[in-house]
């Protein structure tokens, strides 16, 4: 039975080279190298196709497959966002479109011949892939890297959080004046 290391991470740390958020991390290529020492042969990388990125330098190229060059245009396509979206960070891809694309990672890592392989995903997909594929008769072990404090430090703020404070300020000032006016108005 082939085994799998499932490793959940932010993509801004895998050194995708044509990623805008590309953030320079060795800690990140150290973890690899280690994963790789429990006879790693095959890497499968939700890279989007934004390589080449650090686990592709890590294989021969045959043992390389990003499980995710197409499947995220082809959601985007399949799947609309629904219009009437009231959440402060409306996701890019639905449930469904989500789903979905797990599936064809999963058929795709299916399709290959390994006996240890290392699949690299975002972190909201870490824990559903480890299970998907567990039910598919992997061994499955599933690991994160969530380097917050280097992206924090790189990007000199956490650009969510710091959207969602403007947000929440923006929202307080504008109830506060219209709390202040209505005491206004009941005074007079």
């Known amino acids: 039975m082939p085994k799998l290391i499932v490793l959940g991470t932010y993509h801004d740390v895998q050194g995708l080279k044509k990623f805008r958020r590309n953030v320079n991390d060795p800690d990140y290529k150290t973890i690899l190298e280690r994963l790789m020492t429990y006879g790693v042969d095959f890497i499968f990388e939700e890279a989007c196709g934004f390589g080449p990125s650090v686990a ?6 045959d043992r390389y497959v ?7 245009d082809e959601a985007l396509a399949k799947f609309r966002e629904p219009a009437d979206t009231n ?9 469904p479109a989500e789903n979905w694309r797990e599936d064809c990672w999963v058929k795709r890592i299916k399709a290959e011949e390994f006996k240890n392989g290392l699949v690299i995903c975002g972190v909201a997909h870490s824990l559903s892939m480890a299970f998907r594929l567990k039910l598919e ?12 404090d280097r992206l924090c430090s790189t990007y000199m703020t956490c650009p969510k959080l710091h959207f969602l404070a403007e947000r929440l300020c923006e929202t307080y000032v504008r ?12 005074a007079i």
């Open 56 to 61: 592709f330098k890590m294989v021969p190229n």
């Open 66 to 72: 990003d499980i995710d060059s197409e499947t995220t």
């Open 137 to 148: 008769g992997f061994d499955v072990e599933a690991r994160t890297y969530e380097p917050v």
């Open 175 to 186: 109830c506060s004046k219209n709390l202040r006016e209505r005491q206004t108005r009941k």
């Open 87 to 95: 959440l402060l960070f409306p996701p890019k891809l639905t449930l």
